[in-house]
Nanobody
Framework: QVQLVESGGGLVQAGGSLRLSCAAS????????MGWYRQRPGKQREMVAR???????DYADSVKGRFTISRDDAKNTVSLEMDSLRPEDTAMYYC????????WGQGIQVTVSS
């Protein structure tokens, strides 16, 4: 089992940036894929970005070119750099261990004002 704790959320104006971090309670070096998901008001949870242990990434079309996911296996952290934020990026963001068994963080709120 691994516990995941997100940090770095908050309120930002449209066009601004935020960096989310996810700290894992144990080594993530052997976890094939880590991810960031979000749940916007009234919507289902959706994948935002994922990264594998060899550094391969994939992104939702809506965030490509604006968001960057990274992982630091030495520090057991996964980060999401979010630039050019839009009001529609407002959501609860969740870090997860994206391979079976899946574990989720509690989530962190990101609010983008227009």
């Amino acid at each position: 089992q691994v516990q995941l704790v997100e940090s770095g959320g908050g309120l930002v104006q449209a066009g601004g940036s935020l960096r989310l971090s996810c700290a894992a309670s144990k080594s993530i070096a052997t976890i094939f894929r880590m991810g960031w998901y979000r749940q916007r008001p009234g919507k289902q949870r959706e994948m935002v970005a994922r990264i594998t242990s060899d550094g391969t990434t994939d992104y939702a079309d809506s965030v490509k070119g604006r968001f960057t996911i990274s992982r630091d296996d030495a520090k057991n952290t996964v980060s999401l750099e979010m630039d050019s934020l839009r009001p529609e990026d407002t959501a609860m963001y969740y870090c997860n261990k994206d391979t079976f068994p899946t574990y989720w963080g509690q989530g962190i709120q990101v609010t983008v004002s227009s």
